[in-house]
């Protein structure tokens, strides 16, 4: 909230009452009297008056419109950190020149199957294996994931790989075991406005990979992120799966608008998924050179050695000789826009 912009003909009075109220805040005002209308300049740190109390003034006497210059959200914004946030996890930097890839299952299934997957995935060039133990399923029938006995195969298959984990939380019940076997943890599209969910992860000393929601607007989305850096954690990246419109002839829409996007409004890397954002595999490629075209500073992708036997999203996952031939394809288009992959 930095300028008050009021109506035609308000009273002294009523003008007197603003300035009052901005005083009560803390805040400082400078009152120009135009020829048509008169409009009051807030000085001060008006990050601090929440969206209520914004609310409150524009209802007063007088106000005809509240502009904003400063965003809501703050410690995600580009005017709060002009340089791009790079996180090293085991000393693999996200969100430098080079694009890292994230590959494996939806789900956990076995150690057998999670150990052949992230091997592959590792000969093809993934830097970071992912994999769900928790998973948030549609169906309280469907397959839910192996819990911590899927997060002891995923820190297995890294040992044995040497590829950090990636791994969703669906439950502050599950931080402490999610904190000790995975290296970033990933906020699942159906949480991103779990916010207890959220201020849980943000007092932990993990990164953070943030969906947006199913129907987030990118603001909605950045409040979000918001919330985690408020507790202290600033290592999240965003990651953009789709987002639901009228087409059903896709999973999701993919935004890849999001991505030039996001890096103007944030310094927080971008991750994309074009596997949850299409849902259907010969997509999954061409979306994922979009991606980087775009600026992505990751991609994150479905692998299975068995896709028609897998136990969740086998039509978007890539068999791992198809994964491999789209990393090497990726290399052109990350050359071209001057990053590596
Ligand atoms: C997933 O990554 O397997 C997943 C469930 O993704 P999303 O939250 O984007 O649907
Ligand atoms: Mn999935």
Not at 66 to 79: C, F, G, M, T
Not at 119 to 137: H, N, Q, T
Not at 277 to 302: N, Q, S, T, Y
């Amino acid at each position: 909230m930095d300028i008050i912009v009021l109506q035609p003909e308000t009273s002294e009075e009523d003008i007197r009452h603003i300035l009052k109220k901005l005083e009560s805040k803390g805040l400082k005002a400078n009152v120009s009297q135009g020829t048509e209308r008169t409009i009051i300049g807030v000085i001060g740190d008006t990050s601090k008056v929440t969206e209520d109390e914004e609310d409150a003034i524009r209802a007063m006497a007088g106000v005809e419109n509240i502009v904003r210059i400063l965003k809501p959200y703050k410690l995600a914004s580009r005017d709060f950190k002009k340089e791009n946030t790079e996180i090293t996890v085991k000393g693999i930097v996200i969100g430098g020149k080079k694009i890292q890839v994230i590959a494996g299952p939806c789900a956990v299934e076995n150690r057998t199957i999670l150990t052949g997957i992230a091997e592959k995935v590792k000969e093809s060039g993934a830097a970071f294996l992912r994999g769900g133990a928790y998973k948030p399923r549609t169906s309280p029938y469907s397959f839910q994931g192996l819990g911590l006995e899927g997060l002891k195969y995923l820190a297995e298959a890294s040992e044995k790989t040497g590829l950090p984990v990636v791994t969703e939380i669906m439950d502050p019940r599950d931080i402490d075991g999610i904190v000790e076997y995975a290296d970033i943890i990933q906020i699942g599209a159906r949480n991103m406005q779990n916010f207890r969910l959220l201020l849980e992860v943000g007092s932990v000393n993990k990164p953070v990979l943030l969906k947006r929601g199913l129907s987030a607007t990118i603001k909605e989305w950045l409040m979000s992120a918001e919330y985690i850096m408020s507790r202290g954690n600033h290592n999240v990246m965003l990651c953009e799966r789709g987002i639901r419109t009228f087409e059903t002839a896709t999973r999701n829409t993919l935004d890849l608008s999001a991505v030039p996007l996001l890096k103007q409004l944030t310094h927080l890397p971008v991750v994309v998924d074009p596997s949850h954002g299409v849902g259907k595999r010969d997509l999954v490629a061409p979306m994922a050179k979009a991606a980087v075209a775009a600026g992505a500073d990751a991609l994150i992708i479905e692998v299975h050695t068995n896709p028609e036997e897998a136990f969740s999203d086998g039509e978007q996952s890539l068999r791992p000789d198809y994964f491999a031939k789209l990393m090497q394809e990726l290399k052109a288009v990350a050359q071209a826009v001057g990053r590596e992959i």
